[in-house]
């Protein structure tokens, strides 16, 4: 394999622990906090999990290691979508693994969850995990999207780690794959089965966070990259002069990727699907609220801008939720037969105007055709709209052109405007990870060991106070059940952890209500640059604006 220059320099980077794990595993002791309690639904919450319930809040500090002398041999699993730093956690979790007792093994299950109910599996060594170190991707192990969620799984679980030998598992995932930790924990407990259950946090779109859990690794590198991407394009924008780009960024549900950007950058817009939903706006309304800065802008001579639009928007705009629903109705079991037989889209489109509600059609006839066909063909499995794949940076620049040429005709608008579009995603998942994302996660999986050596089942390694330099970060675990409630989910009552949505009382949001008038007016660009891996700390080690106004 051809290594670049920055790989090889990465490899010789060592991250940075928190200030007590450094001083070597035979002076790590555990501090035990207060028990625990979920944070609501508590009755039902310990109903479900009588094993695992309740269990205190644990912190590492300096002193005379007390954990039992035993041979460990630990597998880990990364599930969902690739977060920069992965790698990290892997080679943090050997490292300490290793360094306890070179006869302990790791186990990676590989390719996600299904690896470890198919047996399929390397073992770790230091000539193959070293070329991981600080880099980013999962192809360390490979990810996927299994879910570990039935009884039957659970036995096979227990069976291969049975085979094996292996006592804990390490699971490094989103919201949905740490609740399948919680309730994996609970079946192997009162099975009896001796495996303990470890989840890491991880998910660029940020929202794993809770007053436990600062941040979910990979939003710091992700949020970087893209803010980087953005940054060069306002300086292409204000270079040229004659351009509005309008920039998707993913986060599936929540807005955080999108609204740190914003606070990264300075824009001319950035939508927020949280706020879209409070405030019950309707496509129209969003399009009015663009197509008025693009007319302020075009009054001062400017016809360039930038808008920010999360990958989430369109889920939050009421009237669009209730257009889904209706069409995912129309198109059900054999209706979509019917639909699909119709050879042009004048008769298909005759069949949706006669199948929606009249407020649903309304807001379906303001869509660009584009997005209506879109709506139409591209479906999931069970037949459903795939809202993720609406192309809502088209979707909003096309509705501003329309909105635009009504003022022209009115006379009340006098610019030019012309619309490219982006999609900033897989460019940021995979990347170098940061400094604070290299230290963060190596930490992540070096903690997770000592959760095992501990003794420890249905935690999640914590690394809190990560607004502060990395000596000053504090190590330990919380039991997941105290992130969870119950949530409705297809139709049935579940245990989840609760996702984090963006707080429209918090610092991060209100900071960019307080400046966005002006961004959307003036030309307030900022233009981070690169990440950068060497050189001072206080360009190289800085986190996110997100975490810092949180912390402030
Ligand atoms: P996770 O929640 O698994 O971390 O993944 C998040 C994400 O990166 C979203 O931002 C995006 O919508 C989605 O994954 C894309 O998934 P896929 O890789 O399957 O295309």
Redesign the pocket.
């Known amino acids: 394999m051809k290594l670049s220059p920055l790989q090889i320099a990465r490899y010789q980077y060592n991250p940075k622990l928190p200030g007590m794990l450094r001083n070597g595993i035979a002076e790590i002791c555990v501090k035990n906090g207060e028990p625990t309690e979920s944070v609501a639904d508590q009755e039902k919450i310990k109903a479900l999990f009588p094993n695992t319930y309740g269990k205190n809040e644990i912190t590492f500090q300096k002193g005379q290691n007390t954990s039992e002398a035993k041979l460990h041999k630990v597998g880990v699993i990364l599930?969902?979508?690739?977060?920069p730093g992965g790698h990290n956690v892997v080679c943090g979790l050997y490292d300490a693994l290793k360094a306890t007792n070179s006869d302990n093994v790791l186990y990676g299950f590989k390719g996600g969850p299904s690896g470890l109910l198919e047996d399929d599996y390397l073992i770790f060594d230091d000539e193959y995990i070293n070329q991981f170190r600080n880099t980013g991707g999962f192809d360390i192990i490979g990810s996927g999207?299994t879910k570990l969620e039935t009884e039957d799984q659970f036995a096979i679980a227990a069976e291969v780690c049975k085979k094996h030998g292996i006592t804990a598992i390490v699971i490094i995932?989103?919201d949905d794959s740490n609740t399948n930790a919680a309730v994996l924990a609970e079946y192997f407990a009162a099975h009896n089965t001796g495996i303990q259950v470890i989840g890491c946090p991880?998910?660029?779109?940020g929202d794993l966070k809770n007053e436990d859990i600062e941040c979910s690794f990979?939003f710091d590198t992700a949020t970087k990259t893209y803010s980087e991407i953005i940054g060069n394009i306002q300086r292409d924008a204000n270079s040229a002069k004659k351009y509005w780009h309008f920039i998707k960024v993913?986060?599936?549900s929540a807005s955080h990727?999108a609204l740190e950007c914003a606070l990264e950058t300075q824009p001319n817009i950035c939508l927020i699907g949280e706020e879209v939903a409070a405030k019950k706006m309707s496509l129209a309304q969003i399009t009015d609220y663009i197509a008025d800065s693009v007319a302020m802008r075009a009054a001062k001579g400017w016809n360039f801008g930038v808008a920010i639009i999360p990958?989430g928007i369109v889920e939050f705009v009421p009237e669009f939720s209730v257009l889904i629903a209706e069409i995912n109705e129309l198109l059900a079991g054999s209706k979509a037969d019917a639909f699909n037989a119709l050879s042009t889209w004048a008769e298909k489109y005759a069949f949706i105007e006669a199948g929606l509600t009249k407020e649903s059609m309304a807001v379906f006839a303001q869509l660009p055709e584009g997005i209506q066909q879109q709506l139409f063909l591209e479906r999931d499995p069970h037949g459903n709209v795939q809202v993720?794949l609406i192309e809502s940076e088209k979707l909003f620049s096309a509705m501003v052109k329309e909105n635009l040429a009504a003022r022209k005709a009115a006379g009340t608008y006098n610019g030019k405007f012309s619309a490219l579009h982006h999609f900033l995603?897989?460019e940021g998942?995979c990347a170098f990870p940061s400094n604070f994302d290299a230290d963060y996660c190596y930490s992540l999986g070096y903690n997770a060991f000592m959760l095992i050596q501990y003794g420890y089942t249905g935690y999640l390694s914590k690394v809190s106070n990560l607004s502060k330099p990395a000596d000053e970060w504090v190590a330990g675990g919380m039991p997941i059940t105290k992130m969870m409630n119950i949530e409705r989910r297809h139709g049935a009552d579940k245990p989840v952890i609760r996702k984090a949505l963006v707080e429209l009382e918090g610092a991060p949001f209100k900071f960019f209500a307080a400046n966005r008038e002006l961004w959307a007016v003036e030309t307030c660009f900022v233009y981070p640059g690169a990440i950068q891996y060497f050189g001072p700390t206080e360009v190289c080690d800085l986190t996110t604006r997100t975490l810092a106004l949180e912390k402030a």
Do not use: C, W
């Open positions: 599930s969902g979508g690739q977060a999207r995932g989103g991880k998910t660029i779109d990979g993913m986060g599936r990727v990958e993720s995603g897989y998942r």
